[in-house]
């Protein structure tokens, strides 16, 4: 094996090394953020259900004559249809 080829040897193989490397850093770090990410997303969900709860309670009257609105219409639709 001449000495050029073992210079490529060395190279091709430091390469490598570099490139399993990097591929690794980046794993790493998607993981990391995947999990942060995660864990924001499930921050977000309760706040959102905590808000749409308050909501909920807050315009309770409304909520009700509504729904109290749109159940008596639901059979009236239901008999004219027969």
């Known amino acids: 094996m001449t000495e050029l080829q073992r210079i490529f040897l060395v190279y091709t193989g430091m390469y490598f ?9 980046f794993h790493v770090a998607l993981i990391m953020l ?4 995660r864990i924001k997303h499930a921050k977000c969900k ?18 009700d004559l509504y729904y109290k609105k749109h159940q008596a219409e639901a059979p009236q639709m239901l008999k004219s249809a027969i």
């Not at 090394?17 to 850093?25: H, K, P, R």
């Not at 995947?34 to 990410?37: F, T």
């Open 34 to 37: 995947e999990r942060e990410a």
């Open 46 to 63: 309760v706040f959102v259900a905590k808000k749409r709860a308050e909501e909920q309670e807050r315009w309770k009257t409304a909520y």
């Open 17 to 25: 090394v570099v490139l399993g490397a990097m591929y690794l850093a």
